[in-house]
């Protein structure tokens, strides 16, 4: 059916945020560069110092920034190729590389994950004291008053924007706070007497990274999937509160990332006319985009409403097709 006036009504009823696709990606680019300085700044500092006073857990949490910072350039990359407006050959959109970008930030995860372990074996084998003092204290709580900023500031920015690149990245980050309180812990307990626990902060630090990685290839997994990101049941009270719509069955959703795809049939009065059928189902498809509250790509297939197309599901089966083809061909006496 046609589709224009569905479009303008999703136009003014649930505009993309900052003003359009390319504000949207302007927007999270920004974010990006500004987390990418801030991560480079913080990783430099723990890394570095980390390594002048022998601290395995410092120079840890030193590496997992930086790999915050090497996502943050994976993500620049990837935002501007998911973009991309749709082509022939992506109908849909280039929106699945922000997916596809959030397993290559896992990978970063799982790489720091690699290096801090190899690091704590060493630390074992050795079972070298690393050197803790005031400056120690101080560089940990300057970097973790920036860690709760970037984590909170990209956590709104990826929300506001739905964007899967900036909420994976929020993610990632957001481990730095628990990472860095932990170190800071352990220069307590360094200071107390107890150098092992240097050992047991880094090796804690590994579990922390590796839960991260792990949610953030579940939650992509997920999307790749196609798993249904509305319930069918919250479209369906959108679509019957419509005056007309006599019945809906056969709903599916998906996408994510700034844009849902959803599409069902309605069933309506069957003397209606082609485009009294058609208005009902524009005021569906604004109505569907209004529940949902986010950019919405609403598909409507109408129905007359008889028992045959007022079953819950769709049904078409062979079988089926056959027995109603020959009722119809008996009824016309073909």
Known sequence: ????????????????????????????????????????LVGGAKLGYGLL????????????????????????????????PPDPNHPYGHRRFETLT????????????????????????????????????????????????????ERRAGHRLRSSILLADARHTATDVFVTLSVIGGLVAIRLGLPEADLVIALLIALVIAWGAWTIIRDAALSLSDVAPVPAPEIARAARAVPGVEGV????????????????????????????????????????EQALGEPTDVTVHVEPANPRHLRPTRGYQPDELARVHRQRDRATGS
């Open 249 to 288: 069955h056969n709903i599916r959703s998906r996408g994510g990332e700034g844009l849902i795809w959803v599409d069902m049939h309605i069933q309506v009065d069957p003397t209606l006319r082609v485009d009294e059928a058609h208005d009902i189902a524009s005021d569906v498809a604004a109505r569907v």
């Open 102 to 153: 959030s397993l290559a930030i896992a990978l970063f995860m799982l790489l720091a994950l690699q290096e801090i372990l190899q690091s704590a074996w060493h630390r074992w084998q050795t079972g070298a004291a690393p050197t803790v003092t005031a400056l120690s204290f101080a560089v940990m709580l300057g970097t973790l008053v920036i860690n709760l900023f970037v984590a909170a500031w």
């Open 53 to 84: 006073t022998g601290s395995l857990a410092m120079t840890a949490d030193g590496v997992n920034s930086l790999m915050d910072g090497a996502s943050n350039v994976v993500g620049l990359v990837a935002i501007a190729v998911a973009s991309r």
């Open 1 to 40: 059916m046609p589709r224009d006036e569905h479009r303008e009504r999703a136009t003014t009823l649930t505009p993309l945020p900052e003003h359009g696709h390319g504000g949207r990606t302007r927007a999270i680019q920004r974010t990006l560069v500004g987390v990418l300085a801030l991560n480079v």
